[in-house]
T-cell receptor
Framework: KAGVTQTPRYLIKTRGQQVTLSCSPISGHRSVSWYQQTPGQGLQFLFEYFSETQRNKGNFPGRFSGRQFSNSRSEMNVSTLELGDSALYLC??????????FGPGTRLTVL | GENVEQHPSTLSVQEGDSAVIKCTYSDSASNYFPWYKQELGKGPQLIIDIRSNVGEKKDQRIAVTLNKTAKHFSLHITETQPEDSAVYFCAASRGGGSGGGADGLTFGKGTHLIIQP
């Protein structure tokens, strides 16, 4: 079974721009969660989608948003990028319980 | 909210020796505790997890113990090998109690495990 895939793997943007990241979960998984990983703050939960609905949300500003499609694929969007948004953005998928499987991440650099 | 503390931040052991990483959590409602291994340039890989109705779980050279009363859980790796070198993260969550999806994981800061040949 194919794992979680994320595109693109690397991205360079400038301050003020917006960015959209994509995640395809493991086939059959309906829950997709997003995390931000930085050297200073570590791994932090952004939000989780289940059956196209946002069920849980972490403590991030409204510039961070997401959505999930009927095929369970998910996108996250960051508007008005700041230097501090430079991070590895990780997507994780889950079937129906707790176990989350992570993708390789998208490395975002904001200049 | 939940707070997870992880120690040590760096652990260096001789190949063949055992390694132990410890975590504490603050939210007594947390009931799911996974451990992830992250290698350079890759996403975290689930290596073992434990739920609050179990005190210990083992998978070959890896074991996890949970003490709900003290709110701490530990990862034990025996007979360490060079390929065990990586960053290890513990995490906690309240679990998907609603019957669907997953709750957000709260992670520890990570332990850089170095296996010395």
């Amino acid at each position: 079974k194919a794992g979680v895939t994320q595109t693109p793997r690397y991205l360079i943007k400038t301050r003020g721009q917006q960015v959209t990241l994509s995640c395809s979960p493991i086939s059959g998984h309906r829950s997709v969660s997003w995390y931000q990983q930085t050297p200073g703050q570590g791994l932090q939960f952004l939000f989780e989608y289940f059956s196209e609905t946002q069920r849980n949300k972490g403590n991030f500003p409204g510039r961070f948003s997401g959505r999930q499609f009927s095929n369970s694929r998910s996108e996250m969007n960051v508007s008005t990028l700041e230097l501090g948004d430079s991070a590895l953005y990780l997507c994780a998928s889950s079937f129906s319980e707790d176990t989350q499987y992570f993708g390789p991440g998208t490395r975002l650099t904001v200049l | 909210g939940e707070n997870v503390e992880q120690h040590p931040s760096t652990l260096s052991v001789q190949e063949g020796d055992s390694a132990v990483i410890k975590c504490t959590y603050s939210d007594s409602a947390s009931n799911y505790f996974p451990w992830y291994k992250q290698e350079l340039g890759k996403g975290p890989q689930l290596i073992i997890d434990i739920r609050s109705n179990v005190g210990e779980k083992k998978d070959q050279r890896i074991a996890v113990t949970l003490n709900k009363t003290a709110k701490h859980f530990s990862l034990h790796i025996t007979e360490t090998q060079p390929e065990d070198s990586a960053v290890y993260f513990c995490a906690a969550s309240r679990g998907g109690g609603s019957g669907g999806g997953a709750d957000g994981l709260t992670f520890g800061k990570g332990t850089h495990l170095i296996i010395q040949p």
